[in-house]
Structures are given as structure tokens and as C-alpha cells.
């Protein structure tokens, strides 16, 4: 059995670490709050947006926007979107997996090629993919740490630049979705080309077509002008759920590590009694001891 010393020692060790722990959830659940309204407030408008384009593009056979035309998968980017900081429990480590997961499944030919490439917005998402040897195209940092629409837009327009550049031919972002504190939903989504709207089956098995959009001023002006702010949008909405995401994420885990470390406590504490009442009891009979020699 340790000694008091040293049980006393890790008491005040896991005394402050509980301290931290409770700490940073409580933070991250006053950060939650204010980043779940602007993902579900965003939500609606971006799912609107995203049923319109896609139905243009369905019908944009002749091609009017060259967002909506699709290539040969000849140059793929992927799009990580992670964290700065850890102790998120899983949150950063899901996202390369699942990221790995579609390379694996969709993209060796690309990877062997030297024609696959990664984008890691956040730094914890760098240093895994670091781990794993992938290739980081470009590690970015800011647009997790200060959200800011103007910067995510920018952002946004450059990575159209660069498809529109044919420096890709597909560009797909991986993100943890938010549902709600518990529960983080991983999610690609194909950012460029623009993918179509799906054909949705009607209850007696018949298909149903897309919406007969009466178009104004000209089909062509809409797509020119509805495309960049939808991808930007979209862009921005997804860099929104992650840090909800992980918001709700650091929180559940501080509060597990909490309740681990309030058990820990618990039972050092049990520890520490037992083995003050073994050096009592030990006092005691060295004394009874020594008044009997003396008696003698």
C-alpha cells in the first residue's frame, strides 16, 4: 500500500485536474450555445439555396456554368475541416479517418498518381494527416479559430479559382456535422463540381421531376451570380457545424473526464483512510508495546 505522502500527492493532483476539467466544460458549453443558434439559423437558408442550384444544375445541359460541368476525377482535393486545440475526445481523429476511409475506397488511383491532395483547415487535422504521410496541399489555421464570413468567403472563391483553373477536377469537404452536444454527425459533402439535385421517388414508385423554375432576368445571370454565393455559403456553414461540433464534443468530454476524476477521488480518498488507520493502529501497538517492556 502507498503511503499517506504519496496518496496525498496524487489527491491534490487529481484535485486540480478536476478543477480544469470542470472548468473548460463549463466554457465550452457557454461557447456551444452561441455557435449552435448560428449553425441552426444558417442551416435553413443553406439547405433553400442548395435545392435551387441543384435543380439548375440538373437542367443546365448545355453547360452554362463551367461550376456545373462534371470532369474525369484526375485531380482530387479534400477538404479537412478540424480543430486548433484537442481534448475533444474523438472529434479531430473521425474526421482524417473518415477521410482516409474515401481515399481508400474512391481515390488510390489518384493517391498513387500524385494527383490527390489535402486541405487541413485546422492544426490538429495537419498533424494527423502528417502522421499518416498524406499529402497537405495547404494547412490553414485562421478560419476555425476567428470565424468570419468575409474570410470564408475569400477563402471559398480561391479554392473556385483554383477548380476553375482545372488545378482540380473534384473538391470534397469533410466535416463532423452537428446534431446536437452528444452526437456529431461525420459528413462529406461534394463541393465542386456542383453536384445535381437527386431524383426523388413518389409513393406509387413513379419518379417526380425537378421544380420548372421560370427564370429572371436570364438562367445564365442566375447561375453566373447564385453559384459563387451558394459554394461560400456552404463553405461557411460547414466551418460553423464543426465548431459547434466541437464545442459539443470538448464539452461531453470534460464532463466524463470530471466524473472519472471525481471516482479517482473517491477512491484515494478511501486509500488514504485506510492507510492513516494502518499508521494509527501501528502507533498504537508500538506503545502498548513499549509500556508492557517497561511493566517487565
Not at 140 to 161: I, Q, R, W
Not at 166 to 184: E, L, P, R, S, T
Not at 196 to 224: H, L, M
Request: charged share 25%; net charge positive; proline share 2%.
Amino acid at each position: 500500500m502507498a503511503s499517506t505522502k504519496e496518496i496525498r500527492t496524487r489527491l491534490a493532483s487529481v484535485t486540480t485536474t478536476r478543477q480544469i476539467t470542470s472548468a473548460m466544460k463549463m466554457v465550452s458549453a457557454a461557447k456551444l450555445k452561441k455557435a449552435q443558434d448560428s449553425v441552426l439559423q444558417l442551416r435553413p437558408y443553406v439547405q433553400k439555396m442548395q435545392e435551387i442550384l441543384g435543380s439548375i444544375s440538373s437542367s443546365d445541359s448545355e453547360g452554362t456554368s463551367e461550376f456545373t460541368k462534371a470532369r474525369d476525377e484526375e485531380r482530387v482535393l479534400i477538404v479537412a475541416i478540424t480543430s486548433n486545440r484537442g481534448l475533444c475526445g474523438a472529434f479531430n481523429t473521425n474526421v482524417i479517418k473518415q477521410a482516409v476511409q474515401i481515399v481508400q475506397e474512391n481515390y488510390m488511383v489518384q493517391l498513387g498518381a500524385k494527383k490527390l491532395s489535402f486541405i487541413a483547415i485546422g492544426k490538429k487535422g495537419a498533424d494527423l494527416l502528417k502522421r499518416r504521410n498524406l499529402p497537405i496541399a495547404e494547412i490553414n489555421t485562421e478560419l476555425v479559430d476567428k470565424v468570419n464570413f468575409d474570410k470564408v468567403a475569400s477563402y471559398a472563391e480561391s479554392l473556385m479559382k483554383a477548380y476553375s483553373e482545372g488545378k482540380y477536377d473534384k473538391i470534397v469537404i469533410i466535416y463532423n456535422q452537428f446534431k446536437n452536444a452528444a452526437i456529431q454527425i461525420l459528413t462529406n459533402e461534394q463541393f465542386l463540381p456542383v453536384p445535381k439535385a437527386e431524383v426523388k421517388q413518389k409513393a406509387k414508385g413513379t419518379t417526380s421531376t425537378n421544380y420548372d423554375f421560370i427564370f429572371e432576368p436570364s438562367k445564365e445571370q442566375i447561375v453566373k451570380d447564385l453559384i459563387p454565393k451558394t459554394l461560400k455559403v456552404q463553405l461557411f456553414k460547414a466551418i460553423l457545424d464543426s465548431i459547434a461540433s466541437e464545442h459539443g464534443a470538448r464539452m461531453t468530454a470534460m464532463h466524463k473526464a470530471t466524473d472519472n476524476a471525481t471516482e479517482l477521488l473517491k477512491n484515494y480518498r478511501i486509500q488514504y483512510n485506510k492507510a492513516r488507520q494502518a499508521t494509527i493502529t501501528n502507533e498504537i501497538l508500538e506503545i502498548v508495546g513499549g509500556a508492557e517492556a517497561l511493566k517487565g
